[in-house]
């Protein structure tokens, strides 16, 4: 595909703070995540782990500790880190086998909360290395698109357990005598199945509790759930890899079946479907009280992700948008049975989560939304997650989802625009600044947040040199999550012009992504700051600036995370003259004179030449969702043309 290419002829005098802060982020990152490897992984790339697991869960913790490394390298990181993190997957696969958590290189079989989190690094690295990834992938993804592996009931479109993966022989939700559930979890989400032990009744012997044995077991360990609508994005996953019809046709036969169930129940997806593919069936007809849903342990908090993450990938394989309604409802109603109290009056079931969010507006009045649903109606009471209704306008740009985004900010009692210095599991969080500042309301956002990515960074370097050495046992496998120095939330917002991953297992959503041209690879060159400062509805504004003196480069811009989009038109800043310079006596400079170029592109790719010490304003007329989605380069000569 020929490639349209312009050129950047408005000279770069005073590099602008956010062009230089990014670039150093970028240097930090790059001797930030060679520390850490340093210090917790062996040759091999596996963690530094020598004990056991005593439970089904820790497969994720293993993975999520490098689940973003691709995805710097795919921003423009180091060269050798696809090398890098694909050493730590194989690494860490061969070290779960030797633990007895993976079946084939997948994990036995295990909620899709936790199966989300695991399968980001792989989906991070197909996008990087699709060739190599691919044959993994596709049996992975083969694993419920075909019945004969066990997971997927066609007859019903249920997925059949709770706990799911390679290995059919492992049923229900724990291999002891009782589920693993710890003191200090139940007094923070509570039980399961809580109506079976009335209020008021003496608490029973842990090995006996019915909520945690053989009920819990019968009642919601068969049958679908609705955390396993993350599933969706590792045959979309397949699907973009391969273009085999037969992923898109099982993606949407499942997610219309779940949006038949929510469309039943006043438009809320419910969370459990028994194995005869009645909801509520083994639930007394509850709606809620499935495994990782309304009721226990997290409520909106995976289910939200889930139903997004199903959401989107049947809008892309089918290109109708009308699946976003699996998740509006939801969170409407979420928003109408909100209250307006501070956070530190609430009964949220996960402070720790929100108190470095909040900082000292934890003690403002603000919009709070139940995140569960039991018999005793609503509660948990949280600030709305801002990743879902985020994703779903950056997705749609539809003027509802963007009026439900106003009106959310409209009702904070605290400022969105305030930038604080935390990282959350999620590796985002700063979705409400980051949406004020596209909003043209927020201009020193880049420069703040590239600031607090800096912080997050050097916090968990400092963590990294406090811990090393750590003879890290189970309990503490969260260590190395937590002293991951690779931030990446503020480079995906600034230069992709696209909200973080969703966590449980989302695909990358991008306004464009870059390759060097130069050197045949995804990512910024080495001297190239980019920022994208608006994503309209069909226009996006992006600012290039080659920060180096004496080199050219050349970048490719994509429309598109998968080259999804069309770019119909590029106008583009240039300066006509070289008057700016002066005359041959003259000390100082004048200012350059800057007019608007128009170029029709016409395709998903645009290239752009930034001569030394140049920058360029792009505005790009782009088309939405008008190409199959692709893992396909510019340098392989070959794209799926309109869908």
Known sequence: MTHIAIGASVPLLEPPGWALAERELFDLLDHAWRRFAREFTGPDGRLNYRHALSSRDGVDDFYETFFNWPQLYLL????????????????????????????????????????????????????????????????FAELYVDPANGNY????????????????SRTGLFDGPNYPWLPQEACSYGFPLDWLVPDGAPEPERAKDPRLTGEMTARMGPGDTAINLAVTGLVLNAWILTGQPRYRDWIERYVTAWAERAAANDGIVPDNVGPDGVVGSLLGGRWYGGHYGWSWPHGWYSVGQAATV??????????????????????????????VMPFTESDSSIPSKWYPQLGSDAATPTLLVP???????????????????????????????????????????YDWRTVRPFRSKEEA???????TFLAGDNPGYPERILAAAQAQARHRLARIGAYRGTDVREPDIHLWQQSNPVVTEALVQLTWGGPQVLYNGGLQQARVRYYDADRQRPGLPPSVAALVSSIEPHATVIDLVNLDSEQASSVIVQAGAFAEHTIETARYTACPDDSWLGSLYDYGHGEPSV?????????????????????????????????????????????????
Request: one cysteine or more; charged letters at 20%; hydrophobic letters at 40%.
């Open 371 to 413: 995140f569960r649903h039991s018999d005793r109606g609503w509660f948990d009471y949280n600030p709305m997650l801002a990743s879902v209704p985020m994703t779903l306008w950056h997705y749609s740009n539809s003027a509802g989802d963007l009026r439900r985004l106003n009106d959310l900010r409209a009702g904070a009692g």
């Open 310 to 339: 199903g959401a989107l990938a049947a809008a892309t394989v089918t290109g109708d948008q009308s699946f976003l309604d699996l998740v509006r409802p939801a969170l409407d109603a979420l928003i109408s049975h909100g209250k």
């Open 429 to 435: 969080g700063h979705e409400e600044p980051w949406f």
């Open 595 to 643: 007019v608007e170029r128009r170029a029709g592109v016409g395709g998903p790719w645009l290239t752009v030449e930034l001569p030394a010490s140049t920058r360029v304003t792009l505005t790009l007329d782009m088309s939405m969702h008008t190409r199959t989605p692709s893992y396909a380069t510019p340098f392989d000569g070959g794209l799926p043309e309109r869908a």
């Open 153 to 168: 009931d066609p007859v019903t479109h249920i997925i059949r357990r709770a706990h799911n993966g390679s290995d059919p």
């Open 76 to 139: 423009g990181g180091a060269d050798d880190l696809l090398a890098e993190s694909e050493r730590h997957w194989e690494g860490v696969t061969a070290q779960l086998a030797e633990l007895g958590m993976l079946k084939d290189e997948y994990e036995r079989g295990y909620d899709w909360f936790h199966q989300g989190e695991s399968n980001l690094l792989l989906c991070f690295l197909c996008m990087a290395a699709p060739a190599r990834w691919m044959p993994r992938a596709v049996r």
